[in-house]
């Protein structure tokens, strides 16, 4: 169980162009879901904090205007990175934990996004 | 910002020798928890342990934890081939579900 997917898994786009990435949570509710970035060789930073029916929490340097995020359900997550630049080229991932599994996180397989 | 160091940052081994890899963090934490991530792939969770735990075994892992000094280290034991991957420590401080992620160590196991 806990299992947690992400949609698309890689996608190339052309500069100035937005790109929505879902979250979804298969066999679990998750009221709380967080958005990760990876840079090559690098380890995970977190952007923001979702939350089911509310805004999300953004980290400190994120720019929320350009990373939206949308928390519609208990089992989906989006996030949109808006006229991307080659600069927001990485590895984006995201977490969430059932409620019965304390701060155990279960990770999508992450998504691709290449913009050129 | 990182909470973790980890070192060493890369790590090579023969098979079936052990490994380990050590994390240091800066604040006071509740949980530290180790991760595994294979190139390019999603992380999958290994082993969590809590402030007040010393050690925790996993099958070949076992994890250590030492509050006064900060760090935690991880040792994998007769490593294979399919332990090649970049083991990520990551701290939580109380704060609801949200965990800080160590800089990583690159293990690679050379059959």
């Known amino acids: 169980g806990a299992v947690v997917s992400q949609h698309p898994s890689w996608v190339i786009c052309k500069s100035g162009t937005s790109v929505k990435i879902e979250c979804r949570s298969l066999d679990f509710q998750a009221t709380t879901m967080f958005w990760y970035r990876q840079f090559p060789k690098q380890s995970l930073m977190l952007m923001a904090t979702?939350?089911?029916?509310?805004?999300?929490?953004?980290e400190q340097g994120v720019e929320k205007d350009k990373f939206l995020i949308n928390h519609a359900s208990l089992t989906l997550s989006t996030l949109t990175v808006t006229s991307a630049h080659p600069e927001d080229s990485s590895f984006y991932i995201c977490s969430a934990t059932p409620a019965s599994r304390g701060n155990e996180q279960f990770f999508g397989p992450g998504t691709r996004l290449t913009v050129l | 910002s990182q909470q973790g160091e980890e070192d060493p940052q890369a790590l090579s081994i023969q098979e079936g020798e052990n490994a380990t890899m050590n994390c240091s963090y800066k604040?006071?934490?509740?949980?530290l928890q180790w991760y595994r991530q294979n190139s390019g792939r999603g992380l999958v969770h290994l082993i969590l342990i809590r402030s007040n735990e010393r050690e925790k075994h996993s099958g070949r892992l076992r994890v250590t934890l030492d509050t006064s000094k900060k760090s935690s280290s991880l040792l994998i034991t007769a490593s294979r081939a399919a332990d090649t991957a970049s083991y990520f420590c990551?701290?939580?401080?109380?704060?609801?579900?949200?965990?800080?992620f160590g800089t990583g160590t690159k293990l690679q196991v050379i059959p």
């Open positions: 990551a701290t939580d401080t109380g704060g609801y579900q949200k965990v800080t």
């Open positions: 979702s939350n089911e029916g509310s805004k999300a929490t953004y």
């Open positions: 604040t006071s934490i509740n949980n």
